[in-house]
């Protein structure tokens, strides 16, 4: 039987809009409602299996109803403009798709789907409409139903003439009439002022029509009979206007609405022209590669072998970049399959691992090992390390693609080579998925494919090289990307290799004391709550403390009760359970993240933990510490703390040294904003929490009590980040309007710091990014944009990106400063960690008096500020101790 589905595309494409965050692709294209729209059509195309399908959509903002009445749509806001741009592409994406489309100057998309409804209906053809808009409820029939989106467009609720009787008890046509009574607002129908559904239905339901309530408006009472005499003509104009127009002029033929499937080819073609990676995965769609519209070159790669390895030889002179290929995210446990050289006019080399560690290849292992032989690399930190593992030592590299990538755009999300080719316009190359595969179904290609690849990334990074050096000396990047990213993917290469000992015997203790700790709790839990349950189960949890227990309900889930951390810190003055669940999910964690968790990362062979340092993930410039992540260990708790306890010196007699900069974000904005009151407290060393509360309460010192200082201390970091009067509400348990006046009175003092937010806003806007003292930028496009949320939160980036990246900057500096100083005094210490704001050494007793004078010496000295630099350094037998 056939069936034929309409969707009202305007309206879709609005709601799929707003029900979805802003996205875009690599191109910068908005993608939100086009992506809504597509998981829309999948879903109809699985569940409806529609045999003709139809996207109406508005040809125009005038259409024959504005003839009469100017005002229609008036109110409405204009479209913005990240949704105006996405329409065309979704009309591109219905071609794909094979979905017809039709749109007709001087009428809206409800005319076209009214008029193609009264013909179904007439043919008694089944029909489905897709909408938004409760208009077209007055289209249902025996044989059209309408779908009228819920939630965004998640949720679809299905009505017949049935279910209108049930929910409304009024028949499809006096739709019309219950617009012309209550108007809508959306459409700018004034309807009569102040009649609202539930009156308009009580109405409908005794008179039936607009004409019958106008006519029998003598016989009711009051202000509702005024309302209805005085406004009669704006009741009639209503139902005019809300009147779907069902004889459009369309000469549609039923067979031209024809859908037979979409084509797998023409769909991944533009799926991947908009990056929807995992609807070509869902879908099983073919790989498509977006080959660049640039001629390849003519490239000869050599696979070596035992045979011809002393072409290579003969060539490392010539070589401009190299690629090593190490699969695996964590290098310290990549396996490496092998390395190409790209030497120049169009010739490459590529050798398998087994190879480069063969007696033969020893004058190329050399050859990596020389740091007077420039080097060309994509990702130099991940080869370093994959190749050390392998005994082999990689250093010149004087170019590093990736880190020039991440430093021109650091919000990007995917640094694939194949994707900075893309994006410089070079010779298309696959990504690694489509060459190896992916997860089970990862396998090396054959020699011939492998090399072939191998050496056109060794050629490409050479390529990408070129474009990218231009770049970063006209954004001002060199000094940061030669002097300080460069060396220092280097040393933290170094660092992670070197790896810090665990006590791992002292952690399975600490484990064992978690665990009798977690018993007691749990069998605490269960006496307060009269009995055993899940605590782990936040449905078993919500039913003993909001059923059993009758503790205030905060927030619920479409599943019960919500028993997240938020909600279960409000609930702790109630009853004592609470703070005892709270410390058993502490302790669960501290027990299964970092007992458990550090004791799988320990490798075997050293008794160490190497950690994973990336440079190319925080926009802001931070580093970020994976495989495990040793940032994150908790130190707020004593608890939390201990874990640190297990962290020691890999040398007998040693001790860790530990050095960590004091307040530095503040005093970056302290020097940024030149606030007189900020930089005087930090250079006259007074605590500046203490001198914000002096400031803010207009106290003397001795009348700052603790409340008020923490209450100083949450503004101080929460205005490096842009905090509201809400979030600074919840932080100090106040209210909004308190925190909006706490907030108020600080800008009052500091009112440097207030000019500088403004003006670096405003400086934002007008160049599109911010950038930190050493010139590291963050593009912000959603500055401009119309949607207020996206735009808050680009202003809040602004403020505090030029602040936290300074500070990523100078801990930067202080580690290649203090490495460099190191390395001139022939020191045996060792740099092991960075932890934010702290640096983390292993130090031999008869250098712990210098290291204790240069780690702080040249932290401080790193970046000149108006303000001093303040480090303050520690030690002991372990981690712990040295804090």
Do not use: C
Request: no cysteine; net charge negative; charged share 25%.
């Amino acid at each position: 039987m056939d069936k034929l589905v309409i969707i009202d595309g305007n309206s879709i494409a609005y709601r799929a809009f707003f029900a979805l965050p802003l996205l875009s692709n690599s191109k910068g294209l908005h993608t939100n409602a086009v992506f809504g729209f597509t998981t829309m059509l999948l879903r109809l195309i699985d569940e409806q299996k529609p045999t003709h399908f139809l996207v109406a959509f508005d040809a125009g903002k005038i259409t024959f109803r504005h003839e009469g009445y100017q005002e229609y749509k008036g109110g409405r806001e204009k479209t913005p403009t990240e949704l105006s741009e996405q329409f065309p592409v979704i009309k591109e994406l219905l071609k794909s798709f094979g979905i017809s489309q039709f749109q007709l100057e001087g009428y809206e998309a409800d005319d076209i789907i009214g008029t193609l409804t009264r013909v179904a209906d007439e043919q008694k053809k089944e029909v489905i409409v897709v909408t938004g808009d409760k208009d077209m409820l007055q289209l249902a029939s025996e044989h059209v139903t309408i779908a009228l989106t819920r939630k965004g467009i998640s949720e679809v609720e299905l009505y017949d003439p049935a279910y209108i009787k049930e929910k409304y008890n009024l028949l499809p046509e006096q739709i019309i009439d219950l617009k012309g009574l209550m108007g809508d607002t959306s459409d700018n129908i004034p309807g009569i002022p102040g009649v609202g559904e539930k009156t308009a239905l009580k109405l409908l339901h005794e008179y039936g029509t607009v004409e019958q309530v106008l006519d029998r408006a003598e016989e009711m009472k009051g202000k509702l009979k005024e309302k209805i005499v005085n406004h009669a003509e704006d009741a009639r104009m209503s139902k005019r206007l809300a009147t779907i127009h069902r004889e459009v002029p369309m000469e549609t033929e039923w067979s031209s609405l024809q859908y037979e499937g979409y084509q797998p080819q023409s769909l991944a073609e533009m799926f991947t022209k908009l990056e929807f990676k995992s609807l070509i995965e869902r879908l099983n769609l073919p790989q498509i590669e977006q080959m660049n519209e640039v001629e390849q070159e003519k490239l000869n790669v050599t696979a070596l072998n035992e045979s011809n390895l002393t072409e290579l030889v003969e060539q490392l002179q010539a070589v401009q970049a190299i690629h090593v290929e190490a699969v695996g995210e964590n290098p310290h446990a990549a396996a490496v399959v092998g390395a190409a050289f790209y030497t120049g006019e169009g010739q490459a080399y590529y050798a398998p691992v087994d190879l480069l560690l063969s007696d033969n290849a020893a004058p190329i292992r050399e050859w990596f090992a020389d740091s007077s032989k420039p080097k060309v690399i994509f990702d130099a930190h991940k080869a370093e390390v994959a190749l050390a593992w392998q005994g082999i030592v990689l250093a010149g590299v004087t170019f590093d693609t990736q880190l020039a990538a991440y430093l021109l755009d650091p919000t990007e999300t995917n640094y694939e080579m194949s994707e900075q080719a893309r994006k410089y316009g070079l010779p298309a190359l696959p990504s690694d998925e489509t060459v190896f595969g992916k997860g089970a179904k990862f396998k090396l290609p054959e020699l011939g494919i492998l090399a072939e690849y191998l050496g056109r990334k060794a050629a490409t990074a050479y390529k990408l090289a070129d474009a990218q050096k231009g770049q970063l000396e006209e954004g001002g990047m060199n000094r940061l990307f030669y002097e300080l990213e460069l060396p220092l993917s280097a040393l933290l290469a170094d660092m992670e290799l070197k790896g810090i000992r665990v006590d791992v015997e002292g952690l399975k203790q600490y484990g064992l004391e978690l665990g009798s700790q977690i018993d007691n709790l749990q069998n605490k839990i269960y006496e307060l709550a009269q009995g055993p349950f899940n605590i782990n189960s936040p449905r078993q949890l919500g039913e003993i403390l909001f059923d059993k227990l009758g503790l205030p309900v905060v927030k619920k889930t479409k599943t019960g009760y919500s028993t997240d951390a938020e909600v279960l810190e409000k609930l702790e003055p109630y009853h004592e359970i609470v703070r005892q669940i709270l410390h058993y999910r502490t302790l669960a964690k501290l027990a299964s993240t970092y007992v458990e968790g550090l004791l799988k990362e320990v490798r075997q062979d050293t008794g160490k933990i190497h950690t994973y340092y990336r440079q190319t993930i925080a926009a802001t410039g931070r580093l970020s510490s994976q495989f495990p992540n040793l940032q994150n260990i908790p130190i707020r708790l004593e608890e939390g703390r201990k874990i640190r306890k297990v962290f020691t010196p890999s040398e007998e007699g040693w001790l860790i040294l530990a050095a960590d900069y004091s307040q530095i974000e503040l005093r970056v904005l302290a020097h940024i904003s030149q606030d007189e009151n900020l930089k005087e407290a930090f250079i006259k060393e007074l605590d500046i929490h203490t001198k914000t509360a002096m400031d803010v309460f207009g106290v003397e010192e001795s009348a700052v009590d603790a409340n008020m200082r923490r209450q100083a201390k949450a503004v101080n970091f929460g205005i490096v980040y842009g905090i509201s009067d809400y979030g600074l509400s919840q932080n100090l348990h106040i209210t909004r309007k308190e925190a909006g006046q706490f907030i108020e009175q600080y800008f009052a003092v500091f009112q440097g710091v207030r000019k500088y937010m403004d003006d670096v806003v405003k400086q934002a806007r007008e160049d599109g990014y911010v950038t930190t003292l050493l010139e590291r930028r963050r593009y912000l496009p959603e500055i401009k944009a119309s949607n207020f949320n996206l735009r808050s939160f680009a202003e809040r980036t602004a403020m505090n990106t030029p602040i936290q990246g300074t500070a990523a900057d100078i801990i930067k500096l202080a580690m290649v400063r203090v490495a460099a100083r190191m390395k001139a005094e022939n020191l045996r210490s060792r740099m092991l960690l960075q932890v934010h704001d702290e640096l983390v050494f292993e130090v031999p007793p008869e250098e712990l008096e210098l290291m204790k004078k240069l780690v702080p010496e040249e932290m401080e000295q790193a970046l000149e500020l108006s303000v001093p630099l303040k480090a303050d350094v520690s030690y002991g037998d372990n981690w712990q101790e040295a804090k």
